[in-house]
């Protein structure tokens, strides 16, 4: 059975960097395309982007000026990094697996709650 | 970007009601629309892609329908389990998620 797992800081301050890390267990990172998607309260889901044939990204346009995915097969994790953050970027961050051949979500990891704040 | 609004945005039903949540995107997105069900704490857990396709081990009782711009999600006889939060997620271009439904026991 497929398993992600989030770690990383649970508070950052403002204008740094936000840091996250998903090990994938029970599969291969080397297939699929691999996802991060953030919940707050107020904007409801939002799609980060995903990483996906090893190495290629796609990024929400709204957020593309800050955000990098990258990958460690080595390991079987991607990571999250999200540049100059402010109070508006606390949220759930989940990473999630795309479905075989569509960008459906069928696998989640338990999501880590990230609070900027000084 | 392609705006996703669902309807409505709360629910009040019995157990054993027949229960309709629409989502409806800003332009046409084929059928590349799945739906999540979530509950308090945890992460969406996937019911439904490409509209009306199951995903496995998702009990019968949850339908999808719809193509171009509107889409359904029906729960044929709500059960106790089924009281949560539900989204329409559209894949069509990028990625985006409708504002989210909950359904609550009246």
């Known amino acids: 059975q497929l398993q992600l797992q989030e770690s990383g800081p649970g508070l950052v301050k403002p204008s740094e960097t936000l840091s996250l890390t998903c090990t994938v267990s029970?599969?291969?990172?080397?297939?699929?395309?691999w996802t991060w998607i953030r919940q707050t309260p107020g904007k409801g889901l939002e799609w980060i982007g995903y990483?996906?044939?090893?190495?290629?990204?796609n990024y929400n346009p709204s957020l593309k000026s800050r955000v990098t995915i990258s990958v460690d097969t080595s390991k079987n994790q991607f990571s999250l990094k999200l540049s100059s953050v402010t109070a508006a970027d606390t949220a759930v961050y989940y990473c999630?697996?795309?479905?075989?051949?569509?960008?459906?979500?069928?696998?989640w990891g338990q999501g880590t709650l990230v609070t900027v704040s000084s | 970007d392609i705006q996703m609004t669902q309807s409505p945005s709360t629910l009040s039903a019995f157990v054993g009601d027949r229960v309709t949540i629409t989502c409806r995107a800003s332009?046409?997105?084929?059928?590349?629309l799945a739906w999540y069900q979530q509950k308090p704490g945890k992460a969406p857990n996937l019911l439904i892609y490409k509209a009306s396709r199951l995903e496995s081990g998702v009990p019968s009782r949850f339908s999808g329908s719809g193509s171009g711009t509107e889409f359904t999600l029906t729960i044929s006889s709500l059960q106790p389990d089924d009281f949560a939060t539900y989204y329409c997620?559209?894949?069509?271009?990028?990625?985006?998620f409708g504002q989210g439904t909950k359904v609550e026991i009246k």
């Open positions: 990483i996906y044939n090893g190495g290629s990204t």
């Open positions: 997620q559209q894949y069509n271009s990028y990625r985006t």
């Open positions: 999630a697996r795309e479905g075989v051949g569509e960008s459906f979500y069928d696998y």
């Open positions: 332009q046409s997105i084929s059928r590349w």
């Open positions: 029970g599969g291969s990172i080397s297939t699929y395309s």
